[in-house]
């Protein structure tokens, strides 16, 4: 594969980001100080972004096919790269065989064609774990007979100043010495609240959308505090149960609740499969545990729709683990993801809507700044993606500070 092999003509330590996004990852190497001499996305409105808020030259190209960019990779010290992690993600179907998982160690391979001094490949944990890590080991074991040491991080976003439980580890490739005892810059804790707080109407990307008044969507987050989330399959404080929300869900009587809450504990200790959310219950199991009959009962929830029959077997209808989710201001966020601005999964801490793409973007760690384009799907799709900033520039100080001297 041919690269131009020219340096750039800068001071500054450089870098290539490959699989980019709108350059999360990216921001907190040039904050710490890097150039970005090139970055490589497939998709045009990522690339478009990228080119508006960091200002250095950015590829749209398709990363599996080397004629599209074989020419444009200058020589930098650093290659980063943040592939596609869909297929290890414990929010998916983690697929072993998904072929986006071959993007890992695509991007070791394309990061050595590049010859740089250091490498640093971000991932969701998923991905090294179980049937996925073939793939973390084939990129590690490429960088390894190529000279490089590694090793890897775990990264807590929240005790590196981002406002979010998100774990993420990172590869990490170095060239240029032996190095121990590697850690990440800690940083203070950041709250929800900390993190929202002074967005008006005129800061960027900040439009919010109220659900609309008597809607289903309205009634149901009327009833969810902070902290807790719509749930049928766990008993907590924290999950509110559709039949706690009648005026959406329908009228129950305390008896058929009786059952219901029967069916909560009794679907997850009985369970004969060790994957999925539980199993279905016998109405006998459910009479037993109660202490007298529960078919009328029973019978009476499969017409109110808060019971489907499957077989002879009963179970609830409602059997996701968490929606309308709403934060808590005193705590860290949830995972932002893809979908923070829709309400069905994610509530505001104090109004009944879901996040703005500012909102997101200040739970990820983006300063305001960074000024986000396209359709609001696009919008959320890119800050839901992104390394957070501040766990980007945590990596970035490490490699400038002990791997990378200059
Ligand atoms: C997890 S996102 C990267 C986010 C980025 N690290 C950040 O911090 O903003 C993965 C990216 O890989 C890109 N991608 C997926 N397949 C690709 C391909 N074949 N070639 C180039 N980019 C690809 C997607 O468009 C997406 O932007």
Redesign the pocket.
Known sequence: MRRTPSHAATDKQTFLSL????????LGFVQAGFQCLGA????SI?IDNHRANLRSPAHR????DPTQFETRLPRADIVIA????QGFSRAGKRDPNDP?NS?LPLAAEIALTANPRAIAI?NVVGVISGKHSKHWERMESLLRLRGYKTTKLICNAEQLGVPQIRTRVVLLAWNTGSENSLALPTAPRVTVGDALSGICDSTPNQEPQPLPENSAAAKIAARIGPGQKLCNVRRSDAAVPTWAIPEVFGRTTAEERSVLEAMVILRRRNRRRDFGDADPVSARTVSNFLGRSASVLLASLVLKDYVRKIGLLYDLTHTFNGKYRRLDKSSPSLTVDTRFGEPRYFLHPEMDRGFTVREAARLQGFPDTFRFAGTPREQYR?VG???PPPM?LAIAKLFRDRLLPS
């Open positions: 699989f980019s996004g709108c350059g999360g990852f990216d490589f996305d497939v998709e990522a190209v398709d990363l599996t943040g592939p596609p992690c986006r993007l971000e890119l993606n992104a390394v980007a």
